[in-house]
């Protein structure tokens, strides 16, 4: 079984990069998870997990002449295989977007759940593949109604090539009295569920700074109950992983929208 996930926003500094690895830590609790920086542009995700000073990244996997095999660059990080992306604006020149079909296909067959942490902005063909490839899409929000208007764009491009939204994740919430008024705004116009909503705070902050995912770093937080709340809340559905691969290697690289 598989299942492939693009958690998404629409805009950046929302979150994204920590929603991804702590949904990956709390779904790893009974799935096997592969988390994939799929921001190819504008990686940080192996700044978060720690990865900062590996060799092999996924811009390797994506430049044809250097036949680096994926799982060089696949490596185990709390409780998880971890794929991340260099920063090298040389190496994301050289990258082929669509080789990254080929990339998520091998690492379909030996995993549960796929999370693409994805491009903040719908401006490239990079940015957008992750969305259309992947079964649902996770929506991180901030709770302000520019950021849905935002994350409803996301929503409108991924559901046009077939991929649903598995819920929308509020992130760094400040009003608690507020969110509900957003969170009901929500719920009018996105297909998933509200999985959760996260308090902003310091340990999130702290976490980045130590190069951990919060989960590892501050397990006991609001925020990492929230996280878990929302992976609690996201029923994996048990997809074959020959046909996941199929449609992988077989997709259309997409315009930008």
Known sequence: MVEAFAVASGKGGTGKTTSTLALG???????????????????????HAGLDDVEV?????????????????????????????GTSLAAFEAADPARLRDVVADLASDTDVLLLDSPAALGSKSAVLPIVLADRIVVVLQPTVPALSDGLKVQEYARSYGTETAGVLFNRVHDDAGIDRVVDRASEYFGGQTLATVPDSDVVRAARRAGEPLLAHAPDSAPAAAYRKAAGRIDVHAGDEGDVADRFRSAVVPDTP
Do not use: I, K, Q
Request: charged share 20%.
């Open 57 to 85: 990244t996924l811009h390797d996997l994506l430049v044809e002449e250097t036949g680096t095999e994926v799982s060089e660059a696949t490596y185990e990080r709390f409780g998880m295989s971890v794929v991340p992306c």
């Open 25 to 47: 830590m709390a779904l790893a609790a009974e799935h096997d998870v592969t988390v994939v920086d799929a921001d190819t542009g504008m990686a940080n995700l192996l700044f």
